[in-house]
C-alpha cells in the first residue's frame, strides 16, 4: 500500500512538472519565468518519471521474491508429506518383520531345544526352599507391568500363580523386543515374568515388583527373574544373545542382598557370555544409592555386566559419570523425550538429553512408543532403539516343561 501510495504522489508531482512547463510556454509569462521554471519543472518531472520506474521495479522483485518464498513453503511441505509417508511406509514394514521375528522366536518346538536346555546355571538362593510357606502367606502383591504402569493389586489367582512358580522353581518369561529403526530388527528384549492364574483366567506380564510385599522375597524374585532369562536365552537364542541382549529389571532388594548379587556376579565371571548377553535395568536413583546396593552395584560392573538405567532427571552434563560406573542404556518414555511432560519445569528437553547421551558414548531407548508419529518424532531427535506396544508387547516363551504339559492336559 505504500509503495501504491508514493507512486501515486510521484505520477502527480510529474503531472503537475508538465502543466508548469505548459503554463511556462504562455506569452505573458516573464523572461525568468519562462526559462527557470520549466527546466525544474522538467527536472521534477524526470526525478519523479526515474522514482516512479525504481518502485515498480521494487514491487516486480518483491512480488517475485514472494513466489519464490511461496514456491519453496510447497516444495518444503510436499517433501514432508513424502518423507512423513516414506517413513510410516518402512515403519509398517519394521512392524510387520518385528512381528514375524518374535513369532519365530516364541513358537519354537520344544523338539528343537538341545536336552537339557532348560536349566540355568543355578544360583545359591538365600532362603531354603522350606520358605515356600510363607511365599503363600502374600495377601496383596502390588505388580508391576511394565517400567511405567503400577499395578496396585492384582488377584488371588495370579499372587497363588506367583508364590508357586518362585518355589517350584518354574518361572516363565515373556520378551518384549527393543527394536532398531535404522537396522529394522530386534536388538534386545525386555524381560518379564509371565505368570498364569490356576482358575485359568488372564495371564499378566511382570517386569518388575512395584514395592516390597511382606512375605515375598522380592531378592529371590529378581534372582529367579535372572535364571529364567538365561534359559530362556540360551534355549532360544544361543549365542545370539550377545547382540541381543536380554534387559532384566532389579531393584535395591537383589542389589542389597549379598548372598543374591555375588551368586550373580559368579556366575558371570564362570560364564563370560553371559556378560554380553545379560543387560541389567535399575531406576535411576540407584547411581547414588550407598552401602550395601552401591556395593552390589559396582560388583556386578566390575564383573562386566551393563547397566540400563531407567528414568533419568538428572543434568545432561552427569552422563559421562555415569557412564564411567557402566551405564549403556538410558530408558525414558518416548512421552518424556517428546517434551510432553517434563518432571521439572527446567528440566532438559528431550533433544538435550539426546545429544548429551550421544557424546557419552549412551544409547537412548524410548518405551511407551504408541504411535507412528511417536516414532517419526524420535527418529528426527535421532533416537534409533525404541519399545512400546506400536511394535510388539510381551509374548511368552513357554519352556519345554511348560509345553509337555500344556499336551498332557489337552
Same mark, same amino acid.
Given at each position: ?77 510436499? !517433501?514432508?508429506?513424502?518423507?512423513? /509417508? ?51 502367606? &502374600? ?8 517400567? !511405567? ?185 518416548? &512421552?518424556?523425550?517428546? /517434551? ?32 507412528? !508419529? ?9 533416537? !534409533? ?23 498332557? &492336559?489337552?
Amino acid at each position: 500500500m505504500l509503495r501504491k501510495g508514493a507512486f501515486s504522489l510521484l505520477v502527480l508531482l510529474a503531472l503537475v512538472g508538465v502543466l508548469e512547463v505548459s503554463s511556462a510556454q504562455s506569452p505573458d509569462t516573464p523572461v525568468v519565468h519562462s526559462t527557470i521554471l520549466p527546466m525544474l519543472a522538467l527536472v521534477l518531472a524526470a526525478v519523479a518519471v526515474a522514482a516512479a520506474l525504481f518502485a515498480v521495479h521494487s514491487a516486480r522483485k518483491a512480488q517475485a521474491d514472494f513466489q519464490r518464498f511461496s514456491r519453496s513453503i510447497e516444495m518444503a511441505l510436499r !517433501d514432508l508429506t513424502l518423507r512423513s /509417508d516414506r517413513e510410516a511406509a518402512s515403519l509398517g514394514e519394521l512392524n510387520r518383520r518385528i512381528g514375524e521375528e518374535i513369532r519365530a522366536l516364541t513358537e519354537l518346538a520344544a523338539s528343537d531345544a538341545p536336552a537339557g536346555s532348560d536349566e540355568a546355571p543355578s544360583l545359591p538362593r538365600e532362603r531354603e526352599r522350606e520358605e515356600a510357606p510363607a511365599y503363600r502367606a &502374600n495377601a496383596a502383591a502390588p505388580l508391576e507391568r511394565t517400567g !511405567d504402569v503400577d499395578i496396585p493389586s492384582a488377584p488371588e489367582a495370579i499372587r497363588a500363580a506367583l508364590v508357586d512358580a518362585l518355589a517350584q522353581g518354574t518361572l516363565e518369561v515373556s520378551l518384549q523386543p527393543i527394536i532398531s529403526v535404522a537396522q529394522s530388527a530386534a536388538t534386545g528384549f525386555e524381560v518379564h515374568a509371565h505368570v498364569e492364574p490356576t482358575d485359568s483366567g488372564r495371564g499378566l506380564d511382570i517386569r518388575r515388583l512395584a514395592q516390597p510385599v511382606t512375605g515375598l522375597d522380592q531378592a529371590g524374585f529378581e534372582a529367579a527373574m535372572v535364571r529364567a532369562a538365561v534359559a530362556a536365552g540360551r534355549r532360544q537364542l544361543g549365542t545370539a544373545t550377545e547382540r541381543m541382549p536380554f534387559h532384566v529389571a532389579i531393584s535395591e532388594a537383589l542389589l542389597g542382598s549379598s548372598a543374591e548379587t555375588k551368586a550373580v556376579a559368579e556366575l558371570g565371571r564362570i560364564h563370560r557370555a553371559l556378560t554380553s548377553s545379560l543387560v541389567f535395568s535399575i531406576p535411576a536413583a540407584l547411581l547414588s544409592a550407598r552401602g550395601e546396593a552401591r556395593e552390589g552395584l559396582d560388583l556386578l560392573t566390575a564383573t562386566g555386566f551393563r547397566l540400563a538405567v531407567e528414568g533419568w532427571e538428572a543434568e545432561p552434563s552427569d552422563l559421562p559419570q555415569a557412564k564411567a560406573r557402566g551405564v549403556h542404556f538410558l530408558k525414558l518414555p518416548a &512421552n518424556r523425550l517428546l /517434551d510432553r511432560e517434563r518432571m521439572r519445569r527446567k528440566a532438559p528437553t528431550g533433544f538435550e538429553l539426546s545429544e548429551a547421551a550421544a557424546a557419552a558414548g549412551i544409547a537412548i531407548i524410548a518405551t511407551g512408543v504408541a504411535r507412528d !508419529d511417536d516414532a517419526v518424532g524420535l527418529i528426527d531427535l535421532g533416537i !534409533d532403539l525404541m519399545e512400546g506396544e506400536r511394535f510388539s508387547g510381551p509374548r511368552r516363551v513357554r519352556s519345554s516343561a511348560a509345553r509337555q504339559a500344556a499336551l498332557v &492336559n489337552m
